[in-house]
């Protein structure tokens, strides 16, 4: 096992495109500049690929995402796992252990999320620490269109009207209140992301480092995607950030609250940032909100604001090389969304 080289670069594309077909390689290869020699966090020596050879055949590959990582008081050396695919006739001998450990073995915390049913079973058998799933929400803004879409035109408004009215008195939603904090969009963060990130780190057990460079390269810079940017400012200080976007998907406008981030302490900035995301949400149409959160203060927000929890999907696993059982024990104090990694891409 060792470092991808440059040259390596076709070969690995054309055995993307064996494993996972034309349509995926072609975006991979569009994001590919982006995601892995344009992030803040990848150094001189290039992207953390490894790759499993035999002789001078290339076997497969293990991509990561290196990111700063708070851990327990601390910044570590830490990445996402990510693409990992391997020829059909190296496939059950164990490659993809070794590919797995190569990865882990070079940075102090390895992080697992979103994984597949395949992936997720060889790190439990890898001894990963299985911390997930990360927690599911879900809001409907238009019940009508929610049962228009399950039960058709003709029942969805009655059935959608009385969804509404059952989901108000089950689900009641946090009136907005004044609270001295101005919330406005932006095209790209701004340099006062450094101080709030150095002001807030601390009060978070787990969470990967939110400054400027790695705001704007995530988002602002993503090539796959068009996020919507906000800024929380009590007076001139900014206290928080938020990040959103919606879409149609399968007949029905989705809204993603992607990121919000905030001090944990701060429910004013954070009550603020969802309510303006859910006001843009219902100025567009979106029928139902969705977001993921491991943080247990957004998620209490998520619920005051009447979001569901649901089945979630997101599966998550790490593995530690540095001291890890007061982190692992504080789950509640992480700070993991559906930005994290590369789930929204």
Same mark, same amino acid.
């Given at each position: 096992?060792?470092?991808?080289?440059?040259?390596?670069?076709?070969?690995?594309?054309?055995?993307?495109?064996?494993?996972?077909?034309?349509?995926?390689?072609?975006?991979?290869?569009?994001?590919?500049?982006?995601?892995?020699?344009?992030?803040?966090?990848?150094?001189?020596? $290039?992207?953390?690929?490894?790759?499993?050879?035999? $002789?001078?055949?290339?076997?497969?590959?293990?991509?990561?995402?290196?990111?700063?990582?708070?851990?327990?008081?601390?910044?570590?050396?830490?990445?996402?796992?990510?693409?990992?695919?391997?020829?059909?006739?190296?496939?059950?001998?164990?490659?993809?252990?070794?590919?797995?450990?190569?990865?882990? +073995?070079?940075? /102090?915390?390895?992080?697992?999320?979103?994984?597949?049913?395949?992936?997720?079973?060889?790190?439990?058998?890898?001894?990963?620490?299985?911390? @997930?799933?990360?927690?599911?929400?879900?809001?409907?803004?238009?019940?009508?269109?929610?049962?228009?879409?399950?039960? $058709?035109?003709?029942?969805?408004?009655?059935?959608?009207?009385?969804?509404?009215?059952?989901?108000?008195?089950?689900?009641?939603?946090?009136?907005?209140?004044?609270?001295?904090? =101005?919330?406005?969009?932006?095209?790209?963060?701004?340099?006062?992301?450094?101080?709030?990130?150095?002001?807030? #780190? +601390?009060?978070?057990?787990?969470?990967?480092?939110?400054?400027?460079?790695?705001?704007?390269?995530?988002?602002?810079?993503?090539?796959?995607?068009?996020?919507?940017?906000?800024?929380?400012? #009590?007076?001139?200080?900014?206290? $928080?950030?938020?990040?959103?976007?919606?879409?149609?998907?399968? @007949?029905?406008?989705?809204?993603?609250?992607? +990121?919000?981030?905030?001090?944990?302490? =701060?429910?004013?900035?954070?009550?603020?940032?969802?309510? =303006?995301?859910?006001?843009?949400?219902?100025?567009?149409?979106?029928?139902?909100?969705?977001?993921?959160?491991?943080?247990?203060?957004?998620?209490? /927000?998520?619920?005051?604001?009447?979001?569901?929890?649901?089945?979630?999907?997101?599966?998550?696993?790490?593995?530690?090389?540095?001291?890890?059982?007061?982190?692992?024990?504080?789950?509640?104090?992480?700070?993991?969304?559906?930005? +994290?990694?590369?789930?929204?891409?």
């Amino acid at each position: 096992m060792e470092r991808r080289r440059a040259s390596d670069a076709e070969e690995l594309f054309r055995l993307y495109e064996d494993v996972f077909g034309i349509a995926l390689t072609e975006g991979s290869r569009r994001r590919w500049r982006w995601q892995y020699l344009e992030n803040p966090s990848t150094t001189a020596d $290039g992207p953390e690929i490894w790759v499993a050879r035999e $002789g001078e055949r290339l076997l497969g590959q293990y991509a990561s995402l290196p990111v700063r990582l708070q851990w327990g008081g601390r910044e570590v050396r830490s990445s996402w796992g990510m693409d990992v695919f391997l020829r059909g006739d190296a496939r059950g001998k164990g490659i993809g252990a070794q590919l797995f450990t190569a990865w882990s +073995d070079h940075v /102090e915390v390895a992080l697992g999320l979103g994984l597949t049913p395949s992936s997720y079973g060889l790190f439990r058998k890898l001894r990963y620490h299985d911390v @997930g799933p990360v927690p599911f929400f879900q809001k409907i803004l238009d019940p009508v269109a929610v049962a228009r879409r399950r039960v $058709g035109a003709a029942l969805g408004w009655p059935l959608g009207k009385g969804l509404g009215l059952a989901l108000r008195l089950l689900h009641p939603e946090q009136e907005p209140a004044a609270r001295g904090v =101005d919330v406005r969009r932006v095209t790209s963060f701004s340099a006062d992301c450094d101080t709030l990130w150095e002001r807030c #780190k +601390d009060a978070y057990a787990m969470c990967v480092r939110r400054d400027q460079a790695y705001l704007n390269w995530k988002y602002a810079a993503c090539p796959m995607r068009s996020y919507e940017l906000r800024e929380a400012r #009590k007076d001139s200080l900014l206290t $928080g950030i938020a990040v959103s976007r919606h879409e149609d998907y399968k @007949g029905l406008h989705l809204g993603w609250l992607i +990121d919000v981030f905030a001090d944990p302490a =701060d429910r004013d900035t954070r009550q603020a940032l969802i309510e =303006d995301v859910l006001a843009g949400f219902r100025a567009s149409g979106v029928a139902r909100a969705q977001a993921f959160s491991m943080n247990a203060a957004l998620a209490g /927000e998520l619920r005051r604001y009447g979001f569901r929890p649901a089945r979630s999907p997101m599966q998550f696993c790490v593995r530690t090389r540095v001291p890890s059982d007061t982190v692992l024990q504080d789950l509640g104090r992480w700070h993991v969304c559906f930005g +994290d990694s590369d789930m929204d891409r």
